[in-house]
């Protein structure tokens, strides 16, 4: 039997200041690792500038929901991770996916999952309503 390819994650600091990242394809347990390493690098840059850490992840092109142990991957990233506030958007099977994982973590305080870029950027700079 032939295994998937993971899809890919690009990581890049906007010119808003907030760290953005993109999941396209389908992900495993080794990208979802692979994406949490190149995060930590940016929030250390981050920090060491003392700036927010603001957090906005694409995921409006992941193909497919992430398999079980790509799940506890997303977890344990979200527990571990130190940030301020992460914003998700994509369509509608991965906002909830994004909240059930968020209240799993015990994060849902500061994630929140978005139908669509703009609102989700709205309210990762505070300027969304609700907190």
């Given at each position: 039997m032939k295994r998937k390819a993971a899809g890919r994650v690009e990581t890049?600091?906007?010119?808003?200041?907030?760290?953005?990242?993109?999941?396209i394809g389908p992900q495993t347990a080794d990208s979802v690792q692979k994406a949490i390493g190149s995060l930590k690098t940016y929030i250390n840059k981050l920090k060491i500038e003392k700036?927010?850490?603001l957090i906005l992840l694409d995921m409006s092109r992941l193909k497919i929901?992430?398999?079980?142990?790509?799940?506890?991957?997303?977890?344990?990233?979200?527990?571990?991770?130190?940030?301020?506030?992460?914003?998700f958007y994509g369509p509608l099977r991965v906002l909830v996916l994004i909240n059930t994982l968020a209240m799993v973590s015990g994060v849902q305080h500061k994630v929140k999952a978005f139908g669509e870029r703009l609102d989700a950027i709205r309210w990762l700079k505070g300027n969304g309503g609700e907190s």
């Amino acid at each position: 039997m032939k295994r998937k390819a993971a899809g890919r994650v690009e990581t890049q600091l906007s010119p808003s200041g907030f760290i953005e990242q993109h999941y396209i394809g389908p992900q495993t347990a080794d990208s979802v690792q692979k994406a949490i390493g190149s995060l930590k690098t940016y929030i250390n840059k981050l920090k060491i500038e003392k700036k927010p850490v603001l957090i906005l992840l694409d995921m409006s092109r992941l193909k497919i929901t992430f398999d079980a142990q790509a799940r506890m991957a997303a977890v344990k990233g979200m527990r571990e991770v130190h940030y301020d506030r992460g914003a998700f958007y994509g369509p509608l099977r991965v906002l909830v996916l994004i909240n059930t994982l968020a209240m799993v973590s015990g994060v849902q305080h500061k994630v929140k999952a978005f139908g669509e870029r703009l609102d989700a950027i709205r309210w990762l700079k505070g300027n969304g309503g609700e907190s």
